[in-house]
């Protein structure tokens, strides 16, 4: 299905897609956009690694890098259930 958004947001995905997206072993995610879409996602995983040019400031801060450097990086999943039970005091 083709959507007007940049990088990869998996809910508009073909079913083949997520098929070889969730039996593959690593994943290597090209570019800023894809970074941006799937960072932290339980469903990238741990398999997920991103390999980007940080092309504007915020991305670069967030990537504790500067501007214009290659960064090759693994995803860091959050657990938002977790982080909610946190913030809830539980």
Known sequence: METVFLGTIL???SAEFLRAFEEADIIISKGQ??????EFTEEAGEKTFFLLRAKCEVVAQNLGTEFGVMVFRQNQPRHWDK????????
């Open 11 to 13: 809910k508009y995905c």
């Open 83 to 90: 982080l909610m039970m946190e913030d809830d005091g539980g």
């Open 33 to 38: 956009a894809n970074y941006e879409s799937l």
